[in-house]
């Protein structure tokens, strides 16, 4: 929502400003169409060139977190720390039962329990993987946590594409508009004996190429880049939060002990209260 609302400021406030200024709008929306072609197609054309197809699908896709936000809502941290709360215990206790549930996530009742985490195969894998290493004895609390890092900032660098591709195009699309203008000045003066009044309304068309490009760089597409690094960063506490729990695990801390170590990481506003998690946990175990 607070997306929406932001782009409809920014037109409002522009267009808006320049009629009670006393611009005509008529001039640039008859411009509007053929230099958005030229300057949108080839912003279109340049994402396109500059990137894989991974890239481009992802971005296509990432585009709607614009407005929905991060994925990782506060309930999925409390659900994350109940679900590595009885995976740290089941090893403890049993690592024989520990195995049917890391090599098999998909048919895991513990899983099961926690349906948006267990739709998340980084997440999946993130656990699985690191509790199979310890079960075969790969253990050391600094290789692991290392391990986990390059893991992460690996996976960190993939979910910032979108926004790096967002941030290109942004980059590009003054300069493509300067490219549009320029094409308009060469349309004017191919026209130099006109008279005055339509020399000046070939001109104000050829600014509207500059305008758009600067407008669609600082005012949509760059704003689009960063709120999308700012998602992926977001939700890349998520996966911290994995890190940290496990790797306090190695540390052979108790269970309750790594839970806590989890929550005290989990960013503020999605950190659920000591108590949410104890009662969390309570329930969790009855349910087991």
Same mark, same amino acid.
């Given at each position: 929502?607070?997306?929406?609302?932001?782009?409809?400021?920014?037109?409002?406030?522009?267009?808006?400003?320049?009629?009670?200024?006393?611009?005509?709008? !008529?001039?640039?929306?008859?411009?509007?169409?053929?230099?958005?072609?030229?300057?949108?197609?080839?912003?279109?054309?340049?994402?396109?060139?500059? +990137?894989?197809?991974?890239?481009? #699908?992802?971005?296509?896709?990432?585009?709607?977190?614009? %407005?929905?936000?991060?994925?990782?809502?506060?309930?999925?941290?409390? =659900?994350?720390?109940?679900?590595? %709360?009885?995976?740290?215990?089941? @090893?403890?206790?049993?690592?024989?039962?520990?195995?049917? $549930?890391? *090599?098999?996530? !998909?048919?895991?009742?513990?899983?099961?329990?926690?349906?948006?985490?267990?739709? =998340?195969?980084?997440?999946? =894998?993130? /656990?699985?993987?690191?509790?199979?290493?310890?079960?075969? +004895?790969?253990?050391?609390? $600094?290789?692991?946590?290392?391990? &986990?890092?390059?893991?992460? *900032?690996?996976? !960190?660098?993939?979910?910032?594409?979108?926004?790096?591709?967002?941030?290109?195009?942004?980059?590009?699309?003054?300069?493509?508009?300067?490219? @549009?203008?320029?094409?308009?000045? /060469? #349309?004017?003066?191919?026209?130099?004996?006109?008279?005055?009044?339509?020399?000046?309304?070939?001109?104000?068309?050829?600014?509207?190429?500059?305008? &758009?490009?600067?407008?669609?760089?600082?005012?949509?597409?760059?704003?689009?880049?960063?709120?999308?690094?700012?998602?992926?960063?977001?939700?890349?506490?998520?996966?911290?939060?994995?890190?940290?729990?496990?790797?306090?695990?190695? $540390?052979? $801390?108790?269970?309750?002990?790594?839970?806590?170590? !989890?929550?005290? +990481?989990?960013?503020? =506003?999605?950190?659920?209260?000591?108590?949410? /998690?104890?009662?969390?946990?309570?329930? @969790? #175990?009855? @349910?087991?």
């Amino acid at each position: 929502m607070i997306g929406m609302i932001g782009i409809a400021v920014v037109f409002v406030m522009v267009f808006g400003g320049y009629v009670v200024a006393g611009g005509k709008l !008529g001039v640039v929306m008859h411009a509007l169409p053929y230099e958005m072609a030229m300057i949108g197609g080839a912003a279109i054309g340049a994402f396109l060139l500059g +990137n894989d197809i991974g890239t481009v #699908k992802t971005t296509l896709r990432d585009i709607g977190k614009v %407005f929905r936000g991060a994925r990782w809502k506060p309930g999925d941290y409390q =659900d994350l720390l109940c679900l590595l %709360f009885a995976l740290v215990r089941l @090893a403890r206790s049993n690592p024989v039962a520990l195995e049917e $549930h890391i *090599e098999g996530p !998909g048919s895991s009742a513990l899983f099961a329990r926690y349906p948006r985490i267990a739709a =998340d195969h980084e997440a999946v =894998d993130l /656990i699985c993987d690191t509790l199979r290493a310890a079960s075969m +004895n790969y253990d050391d609390p $600094h290789q692991v946590e290392e391990m &986990l890092d390059k893991r992460m *900032e690996a996976a !960190g660098h993939h979910a910032l594409a979108s926004s790096h591709a967002l941030q290109s195009m942004a980059d590009a699309l003054p300069a493509l508009g300067i490219v @549009a203008a320029v094409l308009g000045v /060469i #349309k004017t003066m191919s026209a130099i004996d006109q008279p005055p009044e339509v020399l000046g309304g070939m001109i104000g068309g050829a600014l509207v190429g500059t305008f &758009l490009g600067v407008f669609l760089a600082y005012g949509i597409v760059a704003p689009f880049a960063t709120r999308l690094k700012a998602v992926a960063e977001e939700d890349g506490h998520f996966y911290i939060l994995i890190r940290e729990v496990l790797v306090a695990n190695l $540390h052979a $801390h108790p269970a309750n002990i790594c839970v806590e170590v !989890g929550r005290q +990481n989990t960013p503020h =506003d999605k950190r659920p209260s000591f108590a949410d /998690i104890e009662g969390a946990l309570r329930a @969790a #175990k009855e @349910a087991a």
